[in-house]
């Protein structure tokens, strides 16, 4: 993908995203300059674990049953598709826009990946994978890099990253839940 830079020292986004490395976390390595997030959790075993835990991912069944609210513009997670994730409740509600950057289903691997947009707290961008391993085992993987966006994601420091490494794990444990239960 090729993406403007007006200069070497601020990288232009692209078009919607609130950072300039839309679909890192489908390569490796993640881009330099933000804290990474790789979480795995052991989901089951078995094609039928791996396409119940496949279709809570893309449909966004995990998030929902993880206790957030979405708001998307699709029924399933595609690239281009809108989705907001807030948690909270009232004036302490936090939304998060975002825009799906990649999506995959396959025969082994199923899910996807958001970018930020303006107004969400962190820049950067977020993935959510099921693979179904040769040895029968169903892993999840979130995949992440960030920085903070807003002046509380800033102010929180070192917070952030502690609460976005439990936020990780809890999706494991509902994921695992919804596809084994």
């Given amino acids: 993908m090729t993406r403007p830079n007006p200069s070497p020292h601020s990288p ?11 679909g890192a ?13 790789r979480h795995e959790t052991l989901i089951g075993h078995g094609r039928h674990v791996f396409e119940a835990a496949g279709t809570a991912v893309t449909t966004w069944a995990m998030h929902r049953r993880s206790g957030a609210r979405v708001r ?3 029924s399933r997670a ?29 025969e082994t691997r199923a ?4 970018g930020t947009l303006t107004g969400h707290p962190e820049c950067g961008e977020e993935s959510f994978v099921v693979e179904l391993r040769p ?31 439990m936020y990780a ?6 994921l695992r839940k919804i596809a084994t239960g």
Wanted: charged share 15%; hydrophobic share 40%; with cysteine.
């Fill in 135 to 165: 040895d029968g085992s169903v892993r999840f993987t979130v995949t992440a890099f960030s920085r903070p966006a807003r002046w509380y994601t800033r102010a929180a420091g070192p917070v952030v990253p502690v609460f976005q490494r």
């Fill in 169 to 174: 794990r809890h999706l494991g444990r509902t």
């Fill in 111 to 114: 899910g996807f990946a958001y």
């Fill in 25 to 37: 976390t489908g390569t490796r390595p993640l881009p330099a300059g933000y804290h990474h997030l």
């Fill in 78 to 106: 595609e690239p281009g598709t809108a989705v907001e994730i807030a948690l909270g409740a009232g004036p302490f509600e936090i939304a998060a826009p975002c825009e799906v950057v990649w999506a995959v289903h396959d």
């Fill in 12 to 22: 232009a986004a692209p078009p919607g995203f609130s950072y300039p490395d839309a």
């Fill in 72 to 74: 998307a513009g699709s």
